[in-house]
């Protein structure tokens, strides 16, 4: 089982930057991806970045937010943050942390933050 901690949103203006961070708790249970969506009203949940736990640390991001947002991981705290830069007010939602257990196909998700991005 795994249960996830998010924290880091907030307000912020057009242009600005906030990092968000995700905590894993696991029973013992292996994490082999972990990611981070968001829903804005009205809308379905999109990928905006996931990044892969193998040697080679495969990072995917929605176009939307390449080059502005960099997912990195740090284990020793069990760890994975979204730095988020040159923000929008297009994304403004309430983003939501996951994680992957393949062999279990387990896919735990996270409470949610909200980010709010005012123009």
């Given at each position: 089982q ?11 203006q057009a ?14 249970l292996?994490?082999?991806a ?15 970045a996931?990044?892969?736990?193998t ?5 995917n ?7 502005r ?27 939501y ?8 196909s ?5 409470q ?8």
């Amino acid at each position: 089982q795994v249960q996830l901690v998010e924290s880091g949103g907030g307000l912020v203006q057009a242009g600005g930057s906030l990092r968000l961070s995700c905590t894993a708790s696991t029973s013992g249970l292996a994490i082999n991806a972990m990611g981070w969506y968001r829903q804005a009203p009205g809308k379905p949940r999109e990928l905006v970045a996931r990044l892969r736990f193998t040697s080679a640390g495969v990072t995917n991001y929605a176009d939307s937010v390449k080059g502005r947002f960099t997912i990195s991981r740090e284990d020793a705290k069990n760890t994975v943050y979204l730095q988020m830069n040159s923000l929008k007010p297009d994304d403004t939602a309430v983003y939501y942390c996951n994680a992957e257990n393949w062999a279990k196909s387990v896919s735990q998700w996270g409470q949610g933050t909200q980010v709010t991005v005012s123009s």
